[in-house]
């Protein structure tokens, strides 16, 4: 085993998980977990280092598990990455455009590549992930049968690429949040940040408004917001947020004081640095 320090991703080698660890911590061993909860327990429990998870996509939209994760887990999150999402149509030796009759993937890759699909007029497989598509196309060795994945995956699981970059829609991205078992904030001096956070309001009118009109009128720019009613009756929601700046700067501290005064449950997930990426768009 490798003495360098680990990052767990859900996923097998060769998933988009598995290229956004290698990209952002190429210096770290990618440690790939069934399910996003045992990724999440790794870091917990100090099997490995750190936790590559994704949180939302451009086509995709939310990943719905890990919403319900990060308010129950005693994680923090100390980065964001942003990985482009390449497809690549791959396949055992021997296989071409022609030989193919399925075409394996995860279901938001097929969606993605539907032009493609059509235009090859092969059947769709729903596989549990791109890799593990891939990883299956290696072990049937069989040319009628190929997989939509990462160019990652077929050089781990050797298969030739037979047309890059099929995604119908050029662009398209995934966010990943990094997740630690310490907070480590940036120094408020060295750069732009963003902080997360979730809290719950009573359902009655105007709890959420009064709870972020503290952000207006410090000039605090909430950058995302979601809802999710976490009890029976429905009458508890609860929100996750991101918002520009770190709570050292006097504006973020008076919006969260206000913050606090409407809320039933108020937890900080993390503040980290802003991405690049985020500039560049």
Same mark, same amino acid.
């Given at each position: ?17 598995? &290229? ?23 870091? #917990? ?29 005693? &994680? ?12 690549? &149509? ?13 075409? =394996? ?14 235009? +090859? ?11 593990? =598509?891939?990883?299956?196309? %290696? ?9 939509? %994945? @990462?160019? +990652?995956?077929? #050089? ?10 099929? #995604? ?27 902080? @997360? ?35 029976? @009756? ?31 449950? +108020? ?15």
């Amino acid at each position: 085993m490798s003495d360098r320090p680990r990052i767990a991703f859900q996923g097998v080698r060769g998933a988009y998980s598995h &290229l956004a660890c290698t990209l952002a911590y190429p210096d770290m061993e990618p440690v790939g977990f069934d399910t996003f909860a045992q990724a999440f327990g790794a870091v #917990e429990d100090g099997t490995t280092e750190l936790a590559m998870i994704p949180i939302e996509n451009t086509l995709g939209g939310r990943v719905a598990d890990i919403h319900h994760l990060l308010p129950e887990s005693s &994680l923090y999150i100390v980065g964001e990455h942003f990985q482009p999402v390449r497809h690549a &149509l791959l396949g055992p030796e021997g296989a071409t455009l022609e030989t193919l009759k399925t075409v =394996a993937s995860h279901e938001q890759g097929l969606a993605q590549c539907r032009e493609l699909i059509r235009e +090859l007029a092969v059947e769709p497989m729903d596989f549990g992930d791109t890799a593990g =598509a891939a990883k299956e196309a %290696a072990e049937r060795n069989d040319p009628s049968f190929g997989a939509i %994945a @990462s160019e +990652l995956a077929a #050089e781990i699981y050797g298969l030739n690429v037979l047309r890059t970059r099929i #995604e119908d829609r050029l662009g398209n991205t995934t966010r990943f949040v990094v997740m630690s078992r310490r907070s480590i904030e940036p120094d408020p001096r060295d750069g732009p940040a963003i902080t @997360s956070i979730v809290f719950q309001v009573r359902s009655v009118p105007g709890a959420l408004y009064k709870a972020l009109g503290g952000f207006a009128t410090n000039g605090v720019n909430i950058t995302k917001l979601e809802s999710y009613i976490v009890d029976q @009756s429905f009458t508890v929601a609860q929100f996750y947020a991101e918002f520009d700046g770190h709570p050292a700067d006097i504006a973020v501290a008076n919006a969260f004081d206000e913050l606090q005064f409407f809320c039933t449950k +108020l937890k900080q997930l993390g503040t980290y640095p802003r991405a690049p990426y985020r500039e560049s768009r």
